[in-house]
């Protein structure tokens, strides 16, 4: 074949490419979110083992990620919005986003296992999809409520059977962990409803970031739940900086996955993340899971299978 023939036949191949991508995109950021955020379950876990406490981690967390995308709109040049509507939303989801649900996972993390504690995180598709039909941002969809049905019968499956659990005191914890999911699935539902038409979604992260810090600064400081760097760095430190890292690119793509396929799409990262949390607790930790764990997870895949984002939001994405 020559080399015009083999060129030609290349560009006949890329519009194919391009369909493939401009259809499956939402898809392929989806689980890209979820394995590295199923990850930082097992790196909270580390944290929290090494003897850092709950609310100062989540508080490096949050000032760690704000300072990183500081130094991402100093450098591309790009300043962060700031008057009274971004305020309200950056100070709405640095509550709902990070601060509260932070804590109440880093705490729950304590005396859940990682991979248990990433199960927890199906809820908020639940969540959103209440919030999103009663606040009319999403349209009914059969498909998507039965999705979310067998996301519910997963939690029934995770803290119904005694046998699921390895010790039943630690279902406060889950449901501590739930109530964090009520945080994100609200948040969710603000970002969708407030976030203004080409707002960039870095500056939303980043503004959150910033607010959840200050909200959370006199707290730790009162209550020292402060978490001073060691150096050189030990575990809990580079557990601390992975988890920074992991929420400012994670939770800019999230948000922007929530403004071109919707929230209820969106927040389907939340199987993604189950499945790939149980995965990292199992290679990091060692965790074992009884079969009503399994089950559970088993019908979390199929709640992601029949959840899709509506063909017109995935053209209007591309």
């Known amino acids: 074949m020559s080399v015009i023939e083999t060129a030609q036949t290349a560009s006949s191949r890329k519009p194919d490419r391009w369909v493939f991508l401009m ?6 950021l989806l689980l890209f979110m979820g ?5 930082s379950f097992s790196l909270a876990k580390i944290a929290v083992n090494g003897g850092g406490n709950p609310m100062g981690i989540a508080y490096w967390q949050a000032l760690l990620g704000g300072l990183l995308l500081i130094g991402l709109s100093l450098v591309i040049r790009k300043p962060i919005p700031v008057n009274r509507d971004t305020v309200i939303l950056y100070s709405l989801c640095g509550l709902l986003g990070t601060a509260v649900p932070g804590v109440l996972f880093f705490y729950a993390a304590v005396h859940v296992s990682a991979g248990v504690m990433s199960i927890t ?5 639940i969540f959103t999809f209440v919030a999103a039909m009663a606040m009319r941002v999403e349209g009914f969809s059969p498909i998507r409520a039965l999705g979310v049905l067998f996301g519910m ?6 803290v119904g059977p005694e046998e699921s659990l390895p010790d039943p005191k630690i279902v406060p914890w889950i449901f501590a962990a739930l109530l964090a999911a009520v945080c994100y699935a609200a948040e969710n539902m603000i970002i969708a409803v407030r976030l203004p038409p080409g707002f960039n979604v870095f500056s939303l992260v980043c503004g959150m970031f910033i607010a959840a810090t200050l909200m959370m600064t006199p707290f730790v400081f009162a209550t020292g739940s402060f978490v001073p760097f060691a150096w ?18 994670a939770y800019g793509l999230f948000v922007f ?8 799409f969106a927040a389907q990262t939340a199987y993604v993340v189950t499945v790939s949390g149980v995965v990292w607790g ?3 930790f060692g965790e074992s899971h009884s079969w009503w764990i399994w089950a559970s997870v088993g019908l979390m895949m199929i709640g992601l299978a029949l959840v899709s984002p509506r063909k017109d939001e995935v053209s209007d994405a591309g």
């Open 23 to 28: 259809r499956w995109w939402p898809w392929l």
């Open 282 to 284: 199992i290679i990091i």
């Open 232 to 249: 050189p760095w030990g575990i809990v430190e580079w557990a601390i900086v992975g988890m920074a890292v992991i929420s400012m690119v």
């Open 153 to 158: 019968a997963s939690i029934v499956l995770l």
């Open 35 to 39: 394995n590295v955020w199923g990850f």
């Open 121 to 125: 995180i199906s809820t908020v598709p």
């Open 257 to 264: 996955l929530i403004s071109k396929a919707g929230p209820v």
